[in-house]
């Protein structure tokens, strides 16, 4: 066998063995992003802000409502002798006629602020799935790069052994053998540094997807999901990515809130009805006969009217908050500008990281290759005194740090096809295919934007 394919089998051993032996019951890492959509923390309590941010829209409608109150007074009176018991019960109702176009445009920008919750939503969706894929990748090139530090420590061990087999029967040295412990004490604190950075990684992985990892698959980029090129992925990244579409939204709320601040200057009519039984009982002396007695009286009364109020002069409050929202309305419109750049400048990174991770997968698989052979070549040098144990170590260090290059790439090379999805707004559950059952906003907006009354949630609290 020559050197070359000696190289090639090492590096594709080498490879091999880091991943380990995977069983029926591996993790795939669309798997592992099934999990974290479904039991992320931050993610669920994304959810449940939107849901909270649902019910400011039934709270707006509550304006086109009437209101209804129960009234009851009592009161007992003692005068010179007289004794008088009252007693009234009443229903009142108040309704709204006009408000100067506030409730309409409050229920507007409720709305306004829902759609914008919603698409937040989305952005830490995607977020959510970025982070756990990049998690899965970590724990994978973690373990893999321990893995190929650990085989650095075993084949220094017999370096280790043949200097000093080769110091005794005298065709070595003493500074061949401290050379060889030298870099075996060191790939035994790289070893034990790799282990450290894959219990972190786990701890990541754990955090974001909810259960500690265990054999792991290996992943491919989607390279088929990805756009064609970085011109066609600016496009798609400003027509739906969730931040920019967010940040539209908040500028449709924020104009809302201007016309409902106006609103305040404008002639406020209100209708009232009410309905009410009264009682009153008298003990005293009768004015008539002189006598004690006691005197009853029932009766019932309704009323019905209206009230209208023009504002003349409101201290300056209301002018403040007109202007005061214009000023919010001009910050949200700003806020879009900002939104856009970082998407852009989202995308151009991921780009970039993508066709990096590309080339250097390749350059660092033709480098295990090369070192690889020069490992060899070296080794057999140094059998027949034409090299010393120090270039082997060197030639040792240069493949090892090849191939831990390589699981890096590689590792990079996943991440930033992810990273392109999340930058253009496409990496989520459906487009990946991920085996759960939709999280749907709308169902609960749906089920308590016209709701009248009711304290229970709609999933029964």
């Known amino acids: 066998m020559s050197f070359v394919r000696k190289g090639i089998f090492a590096a594709v051993f080498l490879s091999a063995t880091a991943l380990s032996t ?17 039991n992320n923390s ?11 941010t649902d019910e400011s829209v039934a709270i707006a409608k509550s304006g086109y409502r009437p209101v209804v109150n129960g009234i009851g007074n009592f009161s007992y009176t003692s005068t010179a002798g007289t004794r008088i018991t009252a007693a009234s019960f009443a229903v009142q109702l108040n309704q709204t006629l006009f408000d100067g176009f506030q409730t309409y445009h409050n229920v507007q920008g409720a709305k306004s602020q829902v759609y914008a919750a919603t698409e937040n939503l989305r952005n830490t969706e995607m977020n959510t799935l970025f982070s756990a894929a990049q998690a899965y990748m970590n724990v994978i090139s973690n373990r893999q790069i321990a893995k190929l530090t650990e085989e650095n420590l075993k084949f220094l061990d017999e370096q280790v052994r043949a200097s000093r087999s080769r110091l005794e ?32 990684a786990e701890a990541i992985y754990r955090q974001i997807i909810g259960e500690q990892p265990g054999n ?10 990805l756009p064609k090129s970085l011109d066609q992925a600016y496009a798609m990244a400003a027509a739906r990515h969730p931040a920019i579409l ?10 809302f809130g201007v016309k409902s601040a106006e609103g305040q200057l404008l002639p406020q009519l209100s209708g009232s009805a009410s309905v009410s039984r009264n009682y009153q009982e008298s003990h005293g002396i009768s004015q008539v006969t002189g006598l004690p007695g ?30 005061q929202n214009k000023e919010s309305l001009g910050q949200a419109r700003i806020q879009v500008d900002v939104a856009r750049d970082q998407v852009r400048s989202a995308v151009a990174s991921a780009w970039a990281a993508y066709n990096s991770a590309q080339e250097g997968v390749v350059a660092n698989r033709t480098a295990i290759s090369a070192a690889q052979l020069a490992l060899n070549g070296v080794i057999e040098e140094r059998n027949v005194g034409q090299r010393t144990t120090l270039d082997v170590l060197t030639s040792q260090s240069d493949v ?17 096809s992810y990273g392109i999805l999340q930058a253009t707004g496409q990496l989520y559950a459906t487009r990946l295919g991920l085996q759960v059952v939709e999280y749907r906003p709308e169902e609960h907006y749906n089920a308590v934007k016209d709701k009248w009354y009711g304290l229970r949630t709609p999933d029964g609290r």
């Open 22 to 38: 995977f069983s029926s019951s591996a993790e795939s890492i669309l798997g592992a992003l099934a999990k974290a959509y479904q």
């Open 42 to 52: 931050t993610l669920n309590s994304g959810r449940a802000g939107v849901r909270v």
């Open 169 to 200: 029967v005298g065709e070595g040295t003493r500074t061949d053998v401290a050379q060889s412990e030298s870099a075996r004490s060191g790939a035994i604190a790289q070893l034990a540094a790799a282990r450290a950075q894959v219990a972190s």
């Open 216 to 225: 792991l698959n290996a992943a491919s980029p989607l390279a088929k999901m």
């Open 246 to 255: 967010a940040s539209q939204h908040l500028v449709d709320a924020a104009g």
């Open 294 to 323: 006691v005197s009853t009286e029932t009766y019932n009364t309704a009323q019905i009217g209206a009230t209208l109020t023009v504002p003349i002069y409101e201290g300056g409050r209301v002018s403040a908050q007109v202007r």
């Open 400 to 416: 090892i740090t090849a191939q831990i290059n390589l699981a890096n790439s590689e590792n990079q090379l996943v991440v930033a």
